[in-house]
């Protein structure tokens, strides 16, 4: 997977959230959820290739260990199961580290994008030793927090929320988004690791928290829930469109049934 980087004046990390063969990276998921606080800006799909490399002159035979990141040894169980049948592949954090460790003569093989094994001066093995091809990532660019970028009409808003071991919790949090008509892209639970019965769900919903309808969903889970942790609205960037807002969960409508409101608080109506 890919490691940090700095982006122009800013520090900036290019994470990955989730696979289309294994489904979320945990060590992601726990990181947005209690880790520094970060905003995600951007958001990026990308089919990812593994090859087993090794130290220029090891044979696939000399193979007595090999090492990735725990979701590309996933992603490559079988295959390597029948390349090196005897081999128990080892996890690290990540295959470029992988990729590194094999070349400082740690292990012998490692299972990681072509580019990290040229950048370490491996050779490949085998190529292309994915068990499902087309297996695509999602990638995330997440920054320190600070202003977030306006809307384009077709975005995203991640969040995380957690809730307390109560009856309909879950429920109630789901109709914050049902009853302003606003589409979850996304949801998945992961426990706290504060006590059992207690857990943050990371969600992504079709909208920007500029739009109306999405500002308030997020209010009332901040009284809702026992937290709530903004990740930031960005450009979505599946090749989907967000489905059309109904009438009466446009801006129009909440500032119409505002201006209703002051009217009536008023006494003019």
Known sequence: ????????????GLVPLE?????????????????????????VFLEVAFVLAARPGVALADVRSVASHPHALAQTAGRLAELLPDVVPLPTSSTASAAEAVAAGTFDAAVCAP??????????????????TGAVTRFVLVTRPGPVPPPTGNDKTSLVAVVGDRTGALLELLSEFAVRGISLTRIES??????????SFSLDCEGHIADRRVGEALAALHRV?????????????????NRAVPPAS??????????????VRSGSR
Do not use: K
């Not at 942790?229 to 989907?240: E, H, I, K, M, T």
């Open 250 to 263: 446009a801006d129009a409508a909440f500032s119409e049934a505002q201006a209703w409101l002051e009217r």
């Open 225 to 241: 829930c026992d937290d709530v942790r903004f990740l930031g609205s960005y450009p979505r960037a599946d090749g989907r469109e």
């Open 190 to 199: 992961r426990p706290t690791r504060e006590r059992l019965g207690v857990y």
């Open 19 to 43: 696979n289309s063969v294994e489904g979320s990276v945990p060590a992601t998921m726990d990181g947005l959820a209690d880790g520094d606080p970060v905003v995600i800006t951007a958001e």
């Open 115 to 132: 580019i990290a094994a040229e950048r370490y001066g491996l050779a490949p093995l085998v190529d292309d030793v994915a068990d499902h």
């Open 1 to 12: 997977m890919l490691a940090a980087v700095r982006s122009g004046d800013a520090d900036a």
